[in-house]
Nanobody, 124 residues
Framework: QVRLVESGGGLVQAGGSLRLSCVAS????????MGWFRQVPGKEREFVLA????????YYADSVKGRFTISRDSAKKTVFLQMDSLKPEDTAVYYC?????????????????WGQGTQVTVSS
């Protein structure tokens, strides 16, 4: 089992920045990749960014390219989501996820483990 705990959400004005963190614990040696998804009420959970754990390859959703970045601290088993130039449409609950097998990283079913989510609200 892998446990994921997110932090760093909050309220920010449009154009501002936030940094989310996700700490993994448990059987982290089996992780292939970690990703971030987001969800608003009434809509499906959508892919934001992902990073493969060993190679550090990064995958972006077009909607956040140039504004969001993902990074990892392997020693601390932590992945970060840096969000800049935030827009009101970025408002959502952001979820951290971990995959222990390879697969399409934009596809939520690739991920086996999920955090509890953290709310990000961007005011206009």
């Amino acid at each position: 089992q892998v446990r994921l705990v997110e932090s760093g959400g909050g309220l920010v004005q449009a154009g501002g920045s936030l940094r989310l963190s996700c700490v993994a614990s448990g059987r982290t040696f089996s992780m292939y990749a970690m990703g971030w998804f987001r969800q608003v009420p009434g809509k499906e959970r959508e892919f934001v960014l992902a990073i493969t754990w060993s190679a550090g390859r990064i995958y972006y959703a077009d909607s956040v390219k140039g504004r969001f970045t993902i990074s990892r601290d392997s020693a601390k088993k932590t992945v970060f989501l840096q969000m800049d130039s935030l827009k009101p449409e970025d408002t959502a609950v952001y979820y951290c996820a971990a995959a222990d097998i390879s697969g399409p990283l934009y596809y939520r079913r690739t991920y086996k483990y999920w955090g509890q989510g953290t709310q990000v609200t961007v005011s206009s």
